[in-house]
């Protein structure tokens, strides 16, 4: 099967980015709160990055300051909304609406230091609060749809709860031109299709499968293959196709880094490979994605960083994907990412 990716759903994206055209207007009120108070908020939504993101953590300190302390509480937004979901009971979608009123007021309760955080940072850097809802439409959307029978279909739920961080994420970066858009869009879906082909057995557990139902057929596999956990010749050629497509579009996406400001070039590139790297750990694994959780080291993410700057501080003809794509290769250095450790 080919790794084609179908180009409509980009165009698509591309739309609803085009929604968030106008910046969010700052409110003066959140600049007069106690600075100490706000101070305490960011350093609460650090602790929470910590605590539930190695990967993010790490990456965002690389930035400068003031834009590290932003994107955590970005994170620590996208995470509150996304536990009111992961935790459904019969009263999560009342949850999700009071947590969207209070989240993005505004005029931020000052209990809550996520919303305080987070408010200071969508001011502070002018963020478009409509990527802000289409984030909550989208993680809103398991609590409808636990299925997705198209490539198409499962881009625009990544767009929702992954594209969106990215769209945000480069007004607190900065950015240098409109096309950035399209690579962020473009990275979003990548990170969270790793994401879900990581999470196959997990999700699967919770009643979830966002993996497209129509390339599984394709692949002679249905959903009882799914349950059962069976690693077969279709499972490793289907998932092999997956992995192909998503290291692809992480390859389409990775010009955009370069239209960041420089301060956020290597954190961005760094959240970026360190995911992408979770693909080498699936393959390691034997494509078992139903017992088995590929994760990068924290030690290793560390090796790979200079290797991460060199080519961030590169012109793009500099980056050539090697035969093998499992390993990156640096033009003309012999350097690769080193293995990592994988989770049994």
């Given at each position: 099967m080919s790794t084609a990716i179908p180009g409509n759903w980009e165009q698509s994206l591309l739309s609803l980015a085009g929604e968030a055209h106008q910046p969010a207007v700052p409110s003066g009120a959140i600049f007069h709160i106690d600075k100490k108070l706000i101070g305490r908020a960011y350093d609460y939504c650090a602790s929470l990055t910590a605590r539930h993101s190695r990967?993010?953590?790490?990456?965002?300190?690389?930035?400068?300051?003031?834009?590290?302390?932003?994107?955590?509480?970005?994170?620590?937004?996208?995470?509150?909304?996304?536990?009111?979901?992961?935790?459904?009971?019969?009263?999560?979608r009342f949850r999700l609406g009071q947590w969207r009123a209070k989240a993005l007021s505004a005029r931020p309760a000052l209990d809550d230091p996520v919303c305080l955080a987070w408010s200071h940072a969508r001011s502070r850097y002018r963020v478009p609060q409509r990527?802000?809802?289409?984030?909550?439409?989208?993680?809103?959307?398991?609590?409808?749809?636990i299925r997705y029978e198209t490539f198409e279909e499962l881009a625009a739920y990544a767009y929702g709860v992954a594209s969106t961080v990215g769209l945000m994420s480069q007004h607190i970066i900065g950015f240098s031109s409109p096309e950035a858009t399209r690579y962020a869009i473009k990275l979003g879906v990548a990170l969270q299709i790793t994401n879900i082909l990581r999470d196959v057995g997990e999700d699967w557990r919770a009643g979830r499968l966002y993996l497209p139902?129509?390339?599984?057929?394709?692949?002679?596999?249905?959903?009882?293959?799914?349950?059962?956990?069976?690693?077969?010749?279709?499972?490793?050629?289907?998932l092999a196709f997956q992995i192909?497509?998503?290291?692809?579009?992480?390859?389409?996406?990775?010009?955009?880094?370069?239209?960041?400001?420089?301060?956020?070039?290597?954190?961005?590139?760094?959240?970026?490979?360190?995911?992408?790297?979770?693909?080498?750990g699936i393959e390691a694994n034997d494509y078992d994605v139903f017992s088995r959780r590929a994760y990068v080291g924290s030690r290793v993410k560390l090796s790979m960083l200079p290797g991460i700057w060199w080519r961030t501080g590169r012109p793009a003809a500099y980056w050539e994907p090697s035969g093998d794509i499992n390993a990156p290769r640096f033009a003309n250095t012999g350097i690769h990412h080193p293995d990592f450790f994988l989770e049994g």
């Open positions: 990967s993010f953590y790490l990456a965002t300190a690389l930035l400068p300051g003031d834009k590290r302390r932003a994107m955590r509480a970005l994170y620590a937004f996208c995470r509150v909304s996304d536990d009111i979901v992961d935790r459904a009971g019969p009263d999560a990527y802000a809802e289409q984030l909550l439409d989208g993680v809103g959307r398991d609590l409808d749809r139902t129509h390339e599984l057929a394709a692949y002679n596999l249905a959903e009882t293959d799914i349950a059962a956990g069976a690693i077969d010749d279709r499972w490793r050629s289907f192909r497509r998503n290291r692809r579009l992480y390859d389409e996406a990775w010009p955009g880094i370069a239209l960041l400001q420089n301060d956020g070039r290597l954190a961005v590139a760094a959240a970026a490979d360190f995911y992408r790297a979770i693909l080498k």
